[in-house]
């Protein structure tokens, strides 16, 4: 019996769905779209307040979850959507951006000729499905015909036990905790990192582990990863501003958001990702982080990526954020929160300035260590940096 029998959906619908990763999702997907509905997957991880929050935002017309389908009260989708999907909300409300057939097609077959990946090369799904970055990874089975597998949560076991797996896609955080099994990892052809930035040293350690990393970079708004290797896939173009913020234009950017929401894109349509980077003399984007995420220190400009990636590699970092603290002599002080590999044997503030010293400049050396159990992340893998603060 259909998951969705009860209600019909039909066109213009906008069908919320909330429930855990499985196999199934694909003819869920599948039945929604032929209905000439659209796909609004709500992540089943969230607590009953926050799914219910974002359902409220997004106005649904359908909801089904683990009691069922059923019809509400809510506003239509737009002309030609087939998907929207909430941001992650790292910083204020998420937004709904929404996709038309096309855009994922743009993303799976451009993906798929970056990576050389044909129809028969089977996909691992282990992110979430409210995620465009997971989502797409299942979608690969509907616009290529590619087998996917699917898992209602991240394992490594069972990551590493799943036969004839050809690609998968991770974040950071899911890529540690392959490497820390000690598992040869020469199995998959290329395993896709994005999300958050990927540390240097973490890298090191998959390719040691015979991991073939592919990081790549996009944004919900841009419907995943559009640039591997700091390569743009095809049809996707990158610039920098005058102001330094990466923009991207191409077939795979959002339609817009759902219910008016602010307009994503400049005058001249090109989409805003609030990161700052740049061109490197063969084209190749360098993402320096979140614009708003820069930390300004006695005047000078301290980009926290750049201090984690230098930190992450004492041997008693497991895992390490930074941000800004405000400091009346300097404005603000570069503060680290550092998840030690030994809970009993955190490091210290003067050992980890004295590792930093030698490769940051004096003014991007930590001032404050804060040891804690674990970092504030979103669903996604991302830190949020304001739950540190607040923390």
Known sequence: MSALE???????????????????????????????????????????????????????????????????????????????????GTSGAPAFAQFDRAAIEAAVSSSALALGATERDPWLCCLPLAHVGGLLVVLRSLVLGAPVAVHDRFDPGAVLAEPDVAFTSVVPTMLARLVETGADLSAFRSILVGGAHLPGELRSRAEHAGAHVVETYGMTESCGGVVYEGVPLRGTQVRIAPDGEIQLRGPTATRGYRLGDADPFTPDGWLHTADAGELDRDGRLRVAGRRDDVVITGGEKVWPQAVEAVLQAHPRVREVAVAGVADPEWGERVTAWVVPTVAAEPPGLEDLRAFAAERLSPYAVPRELVVVGRLPRTASGKVRRAGLRRG
């Open 6 to 88: 009860h209600v019909h959906p039909a066109e213009g619908d906008l069908v919320a769905v909330t429930l855990p990763p499985s196999p199934t999702w694909r003819d869920l997907v599948t039945e929604t779209w032929d209905s000439g509905a659209a796909l609004l997957p709500i992540d089943d991880r969230l607590s009953a307040g926050e799914r219910a929050s974002l359902i409220e935002r997004a106005r649904p017309t359908i909801t089904l979850d683990g009691m069922g389908g059923r019809r509400v009260e809510g506003e239509p989708a737009d002309a030609g959507i087939v998907l929207v999907v909430h941001s992650s």
